[in-house]
């Protein structure tokens, strides 16, 4: 998060002088749940990225990598549009898991 | 230039728009509209301004449309008056926490009800603490001239802030009156052009006006606002000086009249002035050291020159034309006492007067100085001067 100004640094009015300042603010802490993906199931058919409100599904090369937990607020569209049932909701608080920062893990690579 | 006229409040505050020649003028066509508009829109019909004039469907628009147009970069004004001022609220409260620098002509007249449309002051009053600069004008003279002035204090960098400059409704909104007003070019070279620092139409400098602002900023935006409004105290002063040079009338926070020796002193808003110098000057004959002090300036409210200025009085008498509600004291009464307060052993009585247009008659201000000589000031509650019983 960015440091919070004083009043004398801020522009007159509350204006916003630049476009897309919006990633500065850090809403992940709002989430409830987190979604991880499982990777093993997952076919990149990039509807979770299409519906994301927030555009924190990370997808490189046509892959689906993961998730931006700095925005991602947890609300579950991502899961419940999943059509193979790859993204499953997990309190933050939940031990279990598996998954790795970016949220994938892999129920069908070998340990 | 200037050219002597006969012009009433209302006519000169329209020929002071007509020379300014804002961009854009956004006002309710219909009453509590005061002549001022109808004068301005002549201006407009045949042709002598270039003004885009919006005439909405209600006073809440009008300040609405003032607030988008300044922010996308135009030079704004409009006028009201009344219950359109308070129906103007919410917007009035944004236009100014959006730092336009809007210039708002408020024709002072009684808020209803009962239905009244005559003057006194409880229109601006109650807006007294939406972050807007009120300069209070005595006559059509100073009708014409804070309206020039208030321009150029609104849209100083440092400042952006808007401005309303009042005059007292019928007493000066339709009394014709003799006055020097500006040749064009002189009044367009004192005005300057604008320059809108952050226009939303100059697409390559996107900004975004209004966002959602909770509480980890809101505090420091106003925190930013208020000390706007207390540097604008700099600004009128340095305006009203410049004003001065180029007119022979000079404007500072108040008119200070045979106070300086004064042991008793009449505060006062408004054309209530005039009669209570003409009282000064019957009693001055007569031997008793009184003064009267007008105020022009209540917003920003300039607490420590007051007080230098009529803080040495044994007594003083503030004269509300609104009523508080509160069962202690009028708007100015309250930010008087306050004022002198730790700064002045001065007495300051309170009188609420002339609500809905009721007249100030002379033999009321000498009953005041009465009171103020002979220890009868209203202290601790405010008495209401010329009521029948």
Redesign the interface.
Known sequence: MAKEKGYRELPPGGLILEAGNAAEYITGGWRTYRPQVDKGLCTNCLQCWLLCPDCCIHVDDGTMTGYDYDHCKGCGICARICPVKAITMILETDPRGGADERGQFNSKKKA | MGRVVALTGNEAAAEAMRQIDPDVVAAYPITPQTELMHKFADFVADGLVKTEVILVESEHSAMSACVGACAAGARVMTATSANGLALMWEIVYIAA????PIVMTVVNRALSGPINIHCDHSDTMGCRDSGWIQLYGENPQEAYDNLIQALKIAEHPDI?LPVMPTYDGFIISHTLERLEVLGDDEVKRFVGEFKP??PLLDLS???????L?LQ???F??K???A??MKRAKGVVRAVGEEYGRLTGRSYGFFDAYRTEDAEQIILCLGSSAGTAKEVVDELREKGRRVGVLKLRMFRPFPAEELAGAIGHASAIAVLDRAEGFNGVSGPVGLEVRSALYGRSAALVGNYIYGLGGRDLRPELIVQVFDDLAGGRAPLLEAAHLGVRE
């Open positions: 926490s959006l730092r336009l952006l620092a952050h400098r996107p900004v975004t006006y209004g966002p602002d980890d900023y809101y420091e935006h925190k930013a606002q000390e706007a």
